[in-house]
């Protein structure tokens, strides 16, 4: 992924302590991964990389938001999100878990393209919906959902016609 070579972090060279790194996602960030749950969007991520000899740990900080339709009232709405994580990556062979991601000793750089991806994607919550402070919701669907709220359930069981039957 040539268009995502901007995301590479070097790591030859890179003096033991922390080392920060800034990053801003948009819509041409989400078009290079297929099947993104996402497809606008603009996120600011600040990495900070805390060298050691033989490891890094990395703090993810992302901010930002995505365009949207809203769950409840259909309008279309930007969506915030707020996800903080932490990352290890070790200098030697192993299996990665998903805090834990090994790389060759000689690496000479890493790319963070696809672990951000991941990161915002499980940021994102499992209902686009928020409170709509400043952005009306559609008036018109809020109101059929209260009409719809406000239907006594009719009870369809099979059992009902057989309360009334009497045996004796």
């Known amino acids: ?31 290079q991964f297929e099947h993104s749950p996402i497809e606008q969007g603009r996120f600011e991520i600040d990495i900070t990389l805390d060298r050691k000899i033989d490891m890094a740990v990395l703090s993810f900080d992302i901010r930002g938001s995505y365009f949207c339709s809203c769950d409840r009232c259909l309008t279309d709405i930007n ?32 790319n963070t393209a696809k672990v951000l991806f991941e990161l915002i994607s499980l940021a994102k919550p499992l209902t686009n919906i928020y409170d709509c402070k ?35």
């Open 1 to 31: 992924m040539e268009a995502l070579k901007e995301y590479n972090i070097p790591l030859t060279g890179l003096k033991p302590g922390d080392h920060v790194y800034k990053y801003v996602v948009d819509d041409q960030f989400f078009k």
């Open 79 to 110: 969506l915030p999100v707020r996800h903080k994580a932490q990352l290890i990556l070790r200098f030697e062979e192993g299996e990665d878990t998903d805090e834990l991601i090994f790389l060759d000793p000689k690496a000479a750089e890493w």
């Open 134 to 168: 400043g952005e009306q919701c559609d008036e018109v669907v809020l109101k059929k959902l209260e009409e719809f709220e406000n239907i006594p359930p009719v009870d369809e069981s099979i059992w009902k016609d057989l309360k009334d039957i009497k045996l004796n």
